[in-house]
């Protein structure tokens, strides 16, 4: 399997364990809709080896440790069960380790499909399997995806509850049995979104619109719940000289978890993704109030596949950006046409094109917007599909 692929499940009892040249911990935890668990008894590890369906499956020290999912026995809520996999040795990274994560029929052992997540480097642990269900059926997701600050960067993003461990105590007498791990660090993606603004932490929607600067995130959460629902990312530009038409682009590009190009959605193209994205239509002038086009994201309906958009606008005519005034993006609930993030682009640079903002798929399940704000030489989204990348 190679990242994001998926594979539909031919046995209802499956294990996946991961090998390396050095000894893991593999753990697995279930999730719920919203890419949480209920509570730590969701985490399953070689000190909690059992839950609801879900099993570790320790090796011995001979053999790869193991998750063993049985779908049939997943209570109703239960929508994905992640696999980890750390190095045991602490502070070890995945740097010259290759591991391979193998899907197997837990009855038969047959092999279903092998997984070697690749570029490890300063990862100290791995989300790298995914078992989920999609519309009554269970698959396989190759994921791949790794954290710097070991299984306590996963554990907190997933809502496992952390807590500092005491301080060491002299001993007077013969030590207590060794306790469970304490999940210590806070959570650290190995490629971590651009930060919030310095002291206001991860943004989000309770507190009404949010207004963006460049580099900045606000995650998509309201009320504690992802928003999955359609919203419109609105995008407007006014000439800076009156009487001029300045006639600019607005489209997206979809990308997969390897950055890989997956399609764009433009004027030529007005819709993708199996219409999960549309676009409103061009518009040749700049002329009037509010936006002068409009593309429509159907957050909850993005194929897995699909992890990142990046939103760019162009000037296929060749006109500059320094010719733009009051260039901006919104992104707007469809149902409501509340506004619930704006970013307003105060510089202006001799260029043709744009990357103005950024939606990116987290493995919790949220999405999160960042304002970008860059300027590149590309007067079609043909020519903004590498630089939307290296954004990502």
């Known amino acids: 399997m190679t990242p994001g692929s998926n594979i539909p499940l031919s046995a209802a009892r499956v294990a996946v364990d991961v090998a390396a040249p050095v000894r893991l911990d593999v753990s697995g935890l279930l999730l719920t809709a919203d890419g949480k668990v209920r509570s730590d008894d969701d985490f399953i590890f070689y000190n909690q080896p059992a839950g609801p369906g879900v099993t570790y499956r320790s090796g011995g020290g001979t053999a790869p440790d193991a998750i063993v999912v049985d779908t049939t026995a997943v209570p109703p809520g239960i929508e994905k069960i992640i696999v980890t996999a750390s190095p045991d040795a602490a502070g070890q990274t995945f740097q010259g ?87 210590t660090a806070p959570p650290m993606p190995s490629t971590p979104p651009p930060a919030a603004a310095p002291g206001t932490g991860k943004i989000n929607l309770d507190k009404g619109r949010v207004s963006l600067q460049k580099n900045q995130t606000v995650s998509l959460v309201k009320g504690g719940r992802p928003l999955l629902s359609q919203v419109k990312m609105g995008l407007g530009w006014e000439p800076a ?5 300045i006639d600019l682009d607005a489209s997206v590009i979809a990308y997969g978890p390897q950055r890989n190009h997956l399609d764009s959605c433009y004027f030529g193209k007005l819709t993708i993704l199996n219409g999960a994205i549309k676009h409103s239509g061009d518009n040749l002038t700049g002329e009037g ?14 194929p897995q596949e699909a992890t990142g958009l990046v939103f760019t606008v162009n000037s296929f005519s060749g006109q500059k950006f320094t010719e733009v005034a009051k260039a901006y993006c919104r992104l707007v609930d469809a149902a409501t046409d509340e506004e619930l993030v704006r970013f307003d682009l105060t510089s202006a640079e001799p260029q043709t094109g744009v990357l103005m903002a950024k939606l990116i798929r987290q493995f919790s399940g949220e999405w999160e917007m960042t304002a970008i704000g860059d300027f590149v030489k590309a007067r079609t989204v043909r020519n903004m599909v590498k630089p939307g990348a290296q954004t990502l």
């Open 241 to 245: 000289y009156r009487g001029k038409d």
């Open 289 to 302: 109030g509010g936006d002068d086009e409009v593309i429509v994201v159907d957050l909850g309906r993005i």
């Open 97 to 183: 380790i290759e591991p391979t994560a193998t899907l197997r029929g837990a009855d038969d052992n047959s092999v279903l499909a092998t997984f070697t997540p690749p570029q490890l480097g300063t990862e100290t642990a791995l989300v790298i399997v995914e078992i989920y269900l999609r519309n009554g059926a269970w698959k396989a997701r190759a994921v791949g995806q790794g954290y710097a600050n070991g299984l306590a960067g996963i554990a907190t993003d997933f809502g496992v509850t952390v807590e500092e461990p005491p301080p060491a105590q002299p001993q007077t007498q013969a030590p207590a049995p060794a306790p469970a791990p304490q999940v």
